[in-house]
């Protein structure tokens, strides 16, 4: 177990949609880092906050946000679903959200989008 | 940017025997950080192993050990007395200690541990 939580497990939703993905970082790690794992794309890096700001964007498209509280849990929006948003989504975590941390990992979000 | 390249998409090992997996990364930097990922099949991503580019010393943890060869942009994972549960899939992951600090990934090899 990595201390990293993510809700919910799995998500089943339809074209068009919303959701919100939640996850809480280790204890003391002030750094959230949100990935999409998916069949075509692989892993790919979306969106980093630190302490509630953004510090890095990756490949996250537009119709996608997220965001950092002062509780420092962050939240995935993703909007206008489309079938090929269907993935695994993870967040991880680290201290300080520097280059030579390692990141932990949660368990995932599975999205089916029908 | 960055890439990283898994050139094996799946690897076979026998029980109690020694395995390599294979990566190769392209970058312009000096300074970075390699790690090498486990996903099992209940699909969380565990931490293996990680290697600073400054460090010659190449890394080990228990039965995990890696081959960084710098100049070559190589960093392959040895497990040595493989085991059922090694069983999984393995991502190696370039991280830059600069540069918006992303992590790239590559696409994974499939490591199947025969009994």
């Known amino acids: 177990d990595s201390g990293v939580t993510q809700t919910p497990k799995h998500l089943i939703t339809a074209t068009g949609q919303r959701v919100t993905l939640r996850c809480s970082p280790r204890?003391?790690?002030?750094?959230v880092y949100w990935y999409q794992q998916s069949l075509d794309q692989g892993l790919q890096f979306l969106i980093q906050y630190y302490n509630g700001e953004e510090r890095a964007k990756g490949n996250i498209l537009e119709r996608f946000s997220a965001q950092q509280f002062p509780d420092l849990h962050s939240e995935l929006n993703l909007s206008s679903l489309e079938l090929g948003d269907s993935a695994l989504y993870f967040c991880a975590s680290s201290v300080e959200g520097v280059g030579s941390e390692t990141q932990y990992f949660g368990p995932g979000t599975r999205l089916l989008v029908l | 940017a960055q890439t990283v390249t898994q050139s094996q998409p799946e690897m076979s090992v026998q029980e109690a025997e020694t395995v390599t997996l294979s990566c190769t990364y392209d970058t312009s930097e000096s300074d970075y950080y390699l790690f090498w990922y486990k996903q099992p099949p209940s699909r969380q991503m565990i931490l293996v192993i990680r290697?600073?580019?400054?460090?010659?010393q190449n890394a080990t943890e228990n039965r995990f050990s890696v081959n960084f060869q710098k100049a070559a942009k190589s960093f392959s994972l040895k497990i040595s007395d493989s085991q059922l549960g090694d069983a999984a899939m393995y991502f190696c992951a370039y991280r830059s200690r600069y540069n918006n600090n992303d992590m790239r990934f590559g696409a994974g090899t499939r490591l199947t541990v025969k009994p």
């Open positions: 290697q600073e580019a400054y460090k010659q």
């Open positions: 204890s003391g790690d002030l750094s």
